[in-house]
Nanobody, 127 residues
Framework: QSQLVESGGGLVQPGGFLRLSCTSSGFTLDDYAIGWFRRATGKEREGVSC????????YYADSVKGRFTISRDNAKNTVVLQMNSLKPEDTAVYYC????????????????????WGQGTQVTVSS
């Protein structure tokens, strides 16, 4: 059975950092475009970042550019989202998702294009 699992969420003070990891069973992440999404209470799920397969292109939402970094660790079959300079507005449940074909342009942030989803990990930024 193919599935994704996120880890690394938690409670952090504003200005702090967290490192989220996404790993899979049943398939290899390197064969997929991997996206990170988040859903804050009362809001729609939004795209945070994506690393494409094939060309390896990387995308970020404007709200996280310069603070978040996405990367692959193929040896560990893991995609990492390093989140620095966290703000209270980053508080949300964070999900990783996988898409079998490449994603280009704004397609990376479209929920409908992803084939597999993890269960999510809570990130809370609060003093």
């Amino acid at each position: 059975q193919s599935q994704l699992v996120e880890s690394g969420g938690g409670l952090v003070q504003p200005g702090g950092f967290l490192r989220l990891s996404c790993t899979s069973s049943g398939f290899t992440l390197d064969d997929y475009a991997i996206g990170w999404f988040r859903r804050a209470t009362g809001k729609e799920r939004e795209g945070v970042s994506c690393v494409n397969n094939g060309d390896g292109a990387i995308y970020y939402a404007d709200s996280v550019k310069g603070r978040f970094t996405i990367s692959r660790d193929n040896a560990k079959n893991t995609v990492v989202l390093q989140m620095n300079s966290l703000k209270p507005e980053d508080t949300a449940v964070y999900y990783c998702a996988a898409h079998r074909m490449g994603l280009y342009g704004s397609a990376w942030s479209r929920v409908v294009f992803y084939d597999y989803w993890g269960q999510g990990t809570q990130v809370t930024v609060s003093s």
